[in-house]
C-alpha cells in the first residue's frame, strides 16, 4: 500500500507539562473551556473545532516514550486565531499581567497578520494571530 493511497489526518497534538494544573491555566485564559477536574489528571485531552489538543504530564510521557531526555529548543509553533487585533492586544495584555512571559510584543507582520508570542509556562512559544 503506497503513500499515494492512504488517507491521512492530524489526530492530536500533544503538549508535555511539568505541572497539569499550571499548564492548564494557562491555556484557559487563551480561551479553551477545559474542566476543573482536569487539572489532577495525568492526560487530558480539549477538542477545539475537531482539532485535539492533548496534555501530557511529563511522568505518563516518560513511561510511554521510555526515557526521561528533555526536548532543548523550540521546535513548533503553535498558534491560535483571534477574531481582531484588539483582541489580540488585549489577551496578550491579560497574559502578560498575570505572569506569563511575553516573547514577542503583539506588531504587524509584512504579511499583513497580527502576530505576537507568549511562552507558555514549560516554556513553549505560543503564537497569537490576528
Given amino acids: 500500500m503506497g503513500v499515494s493511497s492512504m488517507t491521512v489526518k492530524v489526530k492530536r497534538i500533544a503538549i508535555f507539562v511539568e ?3 499550571r499548564a492548564l ?3 484557559r485564559t487563551l480561551g479553551l473551556e477545559i474542566p476543573a477536574s482536569a487539572d489532577e489528571e495525568q492526560h487530558v485531552e480539549v477538542e477545539q473545532n475537531g482539532l485535539i489538543l ?3 504530564t511529563w511522568e505518563m510521557a516518560e513511561g510511554i516514550l521510555g ?3 528533555k ?3 523550540y521546535r513548533m509553533e503553535i498558534a491560535f486565531q483571534f477574531d481582531s487585533r484588539e483582541a489580540l492586544d488585549e489577551l496578550y495584555r491579560q497574559l502578560t499581567a ?3 512571559t511575553g516573547y514577542l510584543v503583539p506588531q ?3 504579511w499583513g497578520e497580527g502576530y505576537a508570542i507568549v511562552k507558555d509556562p514549560d516554556g513553549n512559544l505560543i503564537s497569537l494571530v490576528a
Avoid: H, I, L, Q
Wanted: proline share 10%.
Fill in 98 to 100: 498575570k505572569g506569563y
Fill in 19 to 21: 505541572r497539569m494544573e
Fill in 67 to 69: 526515557g526521561s531526555e
Fill in 108 to 110: 504587524d507582520t509584512p
Fill in 25 to 27: 491555566n494557562f491555556y
Fill in 54 to 56: 492533548a496534555f501530557d
Fill in 71 to 73: 526536548p532543548v529548543g
